[in-house]
């Protein structure tokens, strides 16, 4: 065994918390343990073991003696009668996943001895306390209250939804309560339906009031949610736009990784009046809970209640009842399962925008339709 962790879901199967631990602490969850297992000699290899694809000097001699040997006898002939040279090895050891959150079967990736010190020298992290899950929902934070401290390595990212060309009010002022202890570099990640305007000035200026080096804003372009004003696409169009989306995402992630600033985005006179002006009008004259209502479909099921991060929607007599505390996240709307709700007829008859009904899953930094 080389680490153990502790996971706990919510009743929903969702994670509550991940932290590592050891054999002797009794777990809040579900006890989960990484451990080492070599492969044993096999009647399909000729009784020897599979080799390992991710040491360097095994690879670099399974060159050697397959297409060097290809190149020996036959070189000349590359490009012309011998188009190309096709071979199922090497592979990596399968990988496989749960089916569910709460399955807890074993899990297989492939690993190599020297993993650990690869990877330190690239990331700077022990990867075996770089498995703990490292993403900090701003919403559930939010939601409870919570401004205590949050344990980050150097690299802050903060990925956040745009309301008018801007990181959302609740976001900013979060941000500017909490104290992130480790942190010295921020980059900000802003999806949108459209633009983001002059958000990167003001970023800049929240990070600059936190302390942080502040490394840029990449805007990433994502299905439109905001239907109290504009319309979502159909599933099949926000499928597109999402994966869509991979390649930038893409980007930004191997600049973050390198510790790289993002490219600055010019903005024009327009983009300034979007952030400024219109962002300052936005709040007090459209931002408010009102003209929010359930109809007769509504099965009085809480969701609306659970994904609302400012506690403004409580359930009375089996329906929802909006307070005067929204920031129009349009969270309510979007995640009701039976589409009951409505933000007066602006509303009626759009597409709802919610990622995970797509079908799409992530893999690695890119996304794949299902």
């Not at 343990?33 to 390992?52: I, R």
């Not at 022990?126 to 690299?155: A, F, H, W, Y």
């Not at 990449?218 to 099949?236: G, K, L, S, T, W």
Request: hydrophobic share 35%.
């Amino acid at each position: 065994m080389i680490a153990c962790y502790d996971v706990s879901l919510d009743s929903d199967g969702y994670l509550d918390s991940y932290k590592r631990t050891d054999e002797n602490t009794p777990a809040k969850g579900v006890k989960w343990y990484a451990y080492l297992e070599v492969h044993t000699p096999s009647a399909w290899f000729n009784n020897q073991t599979y080799v390992d694809t991710l040491n360097k000097e095994a690879i670099e001699k399974f060159i050697d003696i397959t297409y060097e040997t290809y190149k020996k006898h036959v070189g000349d002939e590359f490009s012309k009668t011998i188009p190309s040279i096709f071979t199922d090895e090497p592979q990596f050891t399968r990988k496989n996943t749960l089916k569910n959150s709460t399955d807890q079967s074993d899990v297989v990736i492939p690993w190599t001895d020297d993993i650990p010190e690869t990877y330190k020298a690239c990331y700077g992290d022990d990867i075996l306390d770089s498995l703990q899950e490292k993403l900090l929902c701003m919403n559930e934070r939010i939601k409870s209250s919570d401004t205590g401290p949050v344990k980050t390595g150097e690299k802050l990212v903060v990925v956040v939804p745009t309301y008018a060309w801007r990181i959302p009010r609740v976001v900013s002022n979060w941000i500017g309560q909490t104290e992130f202890a480790g942190a010295k570099n921020v980059w900000y990640l802003m999806s949108c339906g459209s633009g983001i305007g002059n958000a990167d000035i003001y970023n800049r200026k929240l990070s600059e009031k936190k302390g942080l080096k502040h490394m840029g804003t990449a805007q990433i372009i994502m299905p439109e949610n905001y239907i109290a004003m504009f319309n979502a696409p159909d599933v099949e169009i926000a499928k597109k736009i999402v994966v869509a989306a991979g390649p930038d995402i893409a980007k930004v992630v191997l600049a973050i990784r390198h510790g790289e600033h993002l490219p600055e985005r010019k903005c024009g006179l327009g983009g300034r009046m979007e952030s400024g002006l219109v962002n300052s009008v936005f709040y007090p004259v459209f931002v408010k809970a009102k003209a929010f209502y359930a109809d007769q479909t509504c099965t009085g099921c809480g969701k609306c209640v659970k994904v609302c991060p400012l506690n403004n929607v409580t359930i009375k007599d089996k329906k929802p009842v909006w307070g005067k505390h929204c920031t129009h996240c349009m969270a309510c709307i979007c995640h009701c399962p039976a589409e009951a709700i409505e933000y007066g007829r602006k509303s009626v008859g759009k597409p709802r925008y919610c990622f995970e009904n797509l079908g799409i899953e992530e893999t690695g930094t890119l996304l794949r339709n299902q």
